[in-house]
């Protein structure tokens, strides 16, 4: 079955960079568009970041102005998220979602990782 | 940008049906698609594409789009049903819905 397994949360500082990771197993991963998305503590799910199969195609949410990158390894059936300049707005749970069909939703999420920014 | 609007909270009582909506200029000609969210718990799809179920959600849940307004549906409400609903669209970027909770009573 579908398996996404994010991991690289923990307890950063402000400033710092932080790298996430998403192992995908069950589906075909180099096939698959896939996409971060966050939830903050008492906030709503925020979307982040969006990468195609063949990695040519990335978006990123305006809100985060450059500091982000997405990619991709698809001989190792894994996502990442890099973080530069980490705040503490970015506390949150870190979700990696593969997208179910060409009309952007998702099908199958991980279970999160938790990022905590604090100096 | 693109903006989906939803209620912060609907209450519906035990056996009731529930309706959340999702209001965005137009959003009738876009693809709506549905989240449940619990505490601790990834996001599930509940409707993608207005009203497609995905296979183990229930028929006791459903979606409809048309206009300016979005709508989730769940008739006989039940205690499990308690969460955090979400609706999001595709619209150059993925958007999201500011999430409704749902309380049972």
């Known amino acids: 079955q579908v398996q996404l397994v994010e991991s690289g949360g923990g307890v950063v500082q402000p400033g710092r960079t932080r790298g996430l990771s998403c192992a995908a197993s069950?589906?075909?991963?180099?096939?698959?568009?896939m996409h971060w998305v966050r939830q903050a503590p008492g906030k709503g799910l925020e979307w982040v970041a969006f990468i195609s199969s063949d990695e040519r195609n990335k978006y990123y949410a305006d809100s985060f102005k450059g500091r982000i990158a997405i990619s991709r390894d698809n001989t190792k059936n894994t996502l990442y998220l890099q973080i530069y300049r980490v705040t503490i707005e970015d506390t949150a749970v870190y979700y990696c979602?593969?997208?179910?069909?060409?009309?952007?939703?998702?099908?199958?999420w991980g279970q999160g990782t938790r990022l905590s920014v604090s100096s | 940008s693109y903006q989906l609007t939803q209620p912060l909270s609907v209450s519906v009582a035990l056996g009731q049906t529930a309706r959340i909506t999702c209001g965005g200029d137009n959003i009738g000609i876009k693809n709506v698609h549905w989240y449940q969210k619990k505490p601790g718990q990834a996001p599930v799809v509940v409707i993608n594409?207005?009203?497609n179920r995905p296979s183990g959600i229930p028929e006791r849940i459903s979606g409809s789009n048309s206009g300016n307004t979005a709508t989730l549906t769940i008739t006989s409400a039940q205690a499990g049903d308690e969460a955090e609903y979400y609706c999001?669209?595709?619209?150059?970027?993925?958007?999201f819905g500011g999430g409704t909770k749902l309380t049972v009573l």
């Open positions: 999001q669209v595709w619209d150059t970027i993925v958007i």
């Open positions: 069950g589906f075909s991963f180099s096939n698959s568009d």
């Open positions: 594409r207005d009203g």
């Open positions: 979602a593969k997208e179910g069909g060409s009309s952007g939703w998702f099908d199958h």
